[in-house]
Nanobody, 124 residues
Framework: QVQLVESGGGSVQAGGSLRLSCAAS????????IGWFRQAPGKEREGVAA?????????YYAVAVKGRFTISQDTDKRTTYLQMSSLKPEDSAMYYC????????????????WGQGTQVTVSS
């Protein structure tokens, strides 16, 4: 059984930066994705970024965040990070960490374990 715990959310002004963390426990296979998703009120959940657990150079980003967000991991700490820069009000959402063995890194049906979420609010 996998447990994922997000932290690092908060309030920030537009143009600012924030780093989210996802601490994992339990078995996660080497070729599983670790992903970040977000959901704002009244909107569908969307994939933000993903990384392959056993291949840190294999990263994937949504067009909306590419060039502003960076996903990385510390395998010894079993922690995955989402560094968010140049934040915009439209980035405001609940951010979720997920893990799973699916074939498409930014589709939520590729994941079967989810964290509780951490809130990010970007003000203008």
């Amino acid at each position: 059984q996998v447990q994922l715990v997000e932290s690092g959310g908060g309030s920030v002004q537009a143009g600012g930066s924030l780093r989210l963390s996802c601490a994992a426990s339990g078995y996660i296979g080497a070729w599983w994705y670790i992903g970040w998703f977000r959901q704002a009120p009244g909107k569908e959940r969307e994939g933000v970024a993903a990384i392959i657990r056993g291949s840190s150079s294999s990263t994937y980003y949504a067009v909306a965040v590419k060039g502003r967000f960076t996903i990385s991991q510390d395998t010894d700490k079993r922690t995955t990070y989402l560094q968010m820069s140049s934040l915009k009000p439209e980035d405001s959402a609940m951010y979720y960490c997920a893990a799973g063995p699916g074939s498409s890194p930014l589709r939520d049906d590729s994941y079967n374990y989810w964290g509780q979420g951490t809130q990010v609010t970007v003000s203008s």
